[in-house]
């Protein structure tokens, strides 16, 4: 399968902790721009920066409504990231599990060797 | 034996070509630096309980390389090796890594990424961080290819389950 641009570039528009902040809010519905300031701590211009970036990989859709432009999260196109990045996530923890196990030895076998001094 | 387990590992892209992870451990740092880089030790873990390691190398020195394979409990031979670039006893690691099974087309060199594994202590607990410095987009490509192969696997297994405690 070959990796379409936007892929890489979805990987780009969530690698900006900003960008990634943004997407949270969304995640919990669709939001006014004004939310997204106010939430994020940005000033608008910036916002609206990230949610270019965000457009423009399909992460995000707006619509008009009224006098109001409503962001809301696509998370079609994020899935593929999200799942890969849980996936490798879950990968390290049980990695990382089974050191903790080595770990537990060690440190017993460190104070065993302390009171024999 | 009660193992004090310290919360999960986190994942973060902070780049489009980095992979951090990080996790934190209830042990002071010396003993995550030698489970980390003690071969015996690091065939206890590293396998992540999907097979068994056949073969952990660790020649740490700068210059030095390392070679870890594992068998998957399906049967396939997954293998990465590199050199240590630098080492800070007990503080840092910096290494590269080539995963064996890269597609054709992608050479070693394209295919390696640069780790950077960092251990702060703090209260007798130690923080482990995993910088993965991916050189080339199609570096982390393979990456993201072959974590996504595991993933369907992973939800198999996950599926199979759910399955039985259904049951």
Do not use: C
């Not at chain 1, 890489?8 to 949270?24: C, T, W």
Request: glycine share 8%; proline share 3%.
């Amino acid at each position: 399968m070959a990796r379409a641009a936007t892929t890489a570039d979805a990987f780009n528009a969530v690698a900006e902790p900003r960008r990634r902040q943004i997407l949270d809010v969304l995640a919990g519905g669709e939001r006014p721009v004004n939310d997204l300031v106010r939430v994020v701590g940005l000033a608008q211009p910036q916002v609206s920066k990230h949610l270019r970036v965000l457009r423009e990989v399909g992460a995000v859709d707006v619509r008009g409504d009224g006098r109001q432009r409503l962001y809301r999260l696509n998370g079609h196109a994020l899935k593929p990231i999200h799942d890969w990045v849980k996936n490798y996530e879950r990968s390290w923890s049980d990695r990382f599990d089974q050191l903790d196990v080595v770990l537990e030895e060690l440190k017993q076998k460190e104070e065993g060797d302390d009171s024999d001094a | 034996m009660t193992v004090t387990r310290s919360g999960s590992a986190t994942v973060t892209l902070p780049t489009d070509e980095q992979i951090l992870i990080t996790r934190e451990f209830d042990a002071p740092r010396e003993l995550v630096y030698e489970a980390f880089t003690t071969p015996d030790l690091v065939k206890r873990w590293w396998h992540a309980n999907r097979g068994e390691m056949t073969i952990a190398e660790i020649d740490l020195r700068v210059g030095g390389k390392w070679r870890y394979v594992m068998v998957t409990d399906d049967g396939f031979e997954v293998g990465f090796h590199g050199e240590y670039r630098e080492i800070v006893p007990n503080e840092r690691i910096v290494s590269t890594e080539v995963y064996e099974g890269l597609p054709e087309g992608v050479s070693q060199e394209d295919g390696a990424t640069v780790n950077t594994a960092t251990f702060t202590e703090a209260d007798g607990r130690t923080t482990l961080t995993i910088l993965v410095q991916t050189t080339s987009k199609a570096s982390r490509d393979a990456i993201i290819d072959s974590g996504m192969e595991t993933g369907l696997q992973d939800a198999l297994d996950l599926l199979e389950q759910a399955a039985l405690s259904l049951r």
